[in-house]
């Protein structure tokens, strides 16, 4: 494959920009609906204890720890008419939406232990088969692309549409599918809402993995090949990988990323009872600070490669990172000091809404140009082993992710149990000493995250002018192709 025939990909248009974009939305969906509501639809709404709930999400965890980087490392060395990546795209749009749509649609007389196999063999389905959607398709963004600023503008719009694709399907399932009722005020218990909520979920991922699958499919002739064929074997395989992710920007990345979502499991976790215990906001007032996500993910969407082109992503993951980081735990300290007007005042929200608005725009900005920093690497990689290891990476980051929202949710259940705030306890019932601790253990546990997240990205070597003589370099070689 020439390299002049790949040089219509370099610059992907506004189409195929959204079309890429588009399947971020089935992530956001499931991410989403996993780590938000499941719990409470299987141990609250269906009665499955808490811990048999967690078991399953853990267990197909596992499966993930082996799945990501063998879907990776085939995706990276599959050979067909339709290249290495979109087969595995095709073959994965169904299945997970199916599996998906009885996640949240279980039969009504199973037994708890049939209940939770139920949850486990579905859970498990819906991650391996969008493991094959996902991979292959966030390492296109290195195949799409060669040009270091294009690589930002595609992942913004994946990340824009990942966070408000899943925050869309939230909102209609709480505003209009969850019906409250005399015994049910706040409508969790409504069976047919949650139904309708998998149904909703389901097809939307599946028309998002249709879109992105179709709408990048014209790209396959210009797209990367695979090595050349040689004989592997398991030990092979095995060095072949430690070799890729032995690159010393993917470890920086790779670290960066673990701590930056332990951050974001414990924030995730912590954000309702912060709004509730700390701030006392009504359910009105959440809502409105949920709906700032749209607001900021649009700023988002326009920072993120506007900081990428003037100071290069590194500068500008870093700049973007500490201040979006030290702001987000500002009110809540500012609060323990007592430099905020009192709870229950309009000042106190309107302060507290332009802050997330304006924070949550820089967190997801930070997102967008780490995501696109991985993508840089592959070159880097190519000279260094002959191999094309867009699979590899981004699943690694994928596993990680997975991971470290897990372990984050675990690190926010500590601080609850310090703060002696226990399951069933109301806002009001909370003690001062309770609130503050709460609002310390909140503010310093993200601070201390993230400020080590931006240490570990701080070791990422690959500058504009890095990627660029990468590029020199591989085109003096007479061609991109990898070696055996």
Known sequence: MAAVSRSAAQTPGLFTRLAYGVGGAAGGIKNNGFDYVLLLFYSQVLGLSAVLVA???????????VSDPVVGYWSDNLRTK???????MYVAMAPVAIAYFFVWNPPSDLTEMGLFSWLLTLTVSVRLMYTLFEVPSTALAAELSQDYDARTSLMSFRYFFAWVGGLTVQVVLFMFLLK?????????????????YGL???SCIFVAVLITSLGTHRHIPHLKAPPSPRKLTPVKVIGEIWETVSNPSFRALFL?????????????TLNQYINGFFWEFTSKQISGLTAAVYVSSILALVLAPLAGRMF??????????LLAFTIAPAPVIARQFGLLPPNGTEALYMIVLSVTVVDLALIIAYQMLAASMVADIVEENELATGRRSEGIYFAGISFMRKLAQGVGVLSASFIL??????????PAEASEQAVRT?????ALTLLFLWMVMILCISFYRISREDHERNLRELASRGTTEPTP
Request: hydrophobic fraction near 50%; aromatic fraction near 12%.
């Open 180 to 196: 409250p009722s005399e015994g049910d005020p706040s409508g969790f218990f409504h069976l047919p809402g949650w139904h309708s």
């Open 200 to 202: 909703i979920g389901a």
């Open 82 to 88: 339709w290249g290495r990546r979109h087969p595995l």
């Open 55 to 65: 078991a399953a999400m853990w267990i197909a965890l596992l499966f993930d720890a």
């Open 417 to 426: 149990a310090a703060a002696a705030i226990t399951p069933g306890m109301r």
């Open 438 to 442: 709460l609002g310390w253990g909140y």
């Open 256 to 268: 960066a990323t673990l701590f930056g979502l332990l951050a974001s499991g414990v924030s995730a």
């Open 312 to 321: 290069g992503k590194k500068k500008a993951a870093i700049a973007i990172g």
